[in-house]
């Protein structure tokens, strides 16, 4: 069954595999377009970078009209980012518009990484951590950061 939101997806996908943007891949489950599996690689130059996190989107038939939700799989201590992976981003929440595909979402969770919101805590030891002793923070995103290493090799 093709809906206005499959029909979607399947463009997100072919653009996506056209152009994708750097350190970002994503593609739906092979039995549901519907439920995604993707990688966000840390941005270079920054604590996060030689991590590779892994996530999930799980989109429903009124996509693009409403976002889907994404959930980081990797453990992560990030300001912004709850503990069961839930990611507080203004475009996933108020801020979401039709205009957003799966690309601009992973490139826009990328940015958050190394360009956190302090001022609206997921994890408020994190947020804490970021604005009052940065290189503990620093020091516990590279412990995220190898942790995710270990994850590859698990997999």
Known sequence: MSTPARKRLMRDFKRL???????????????????????????EDTPWDGGTFRLTLE????????????????????????GDGGICLDILQNQWSPIYDVSAILTSIQSLLSDPNPNSPANSEAARMYNENRRDYNRRVREVVEASLGEQEDS
């Open 59 to 82: 989109f429903s038939e009124d996509y693009p009209n409403k976002a889907p939700v994404v959930k980081f799989k990797s453990q992560m201590f990030h300001p912004n980012i709850y």
């Open 17 to 43: 595999q056209q152009d994708p943007p750097q350190g970002i891949n994503g593609s739906p489950n092979s039995d549901n377009i519907m439920l995604w599996n993707a990688v966000i690689f840390g941005p």
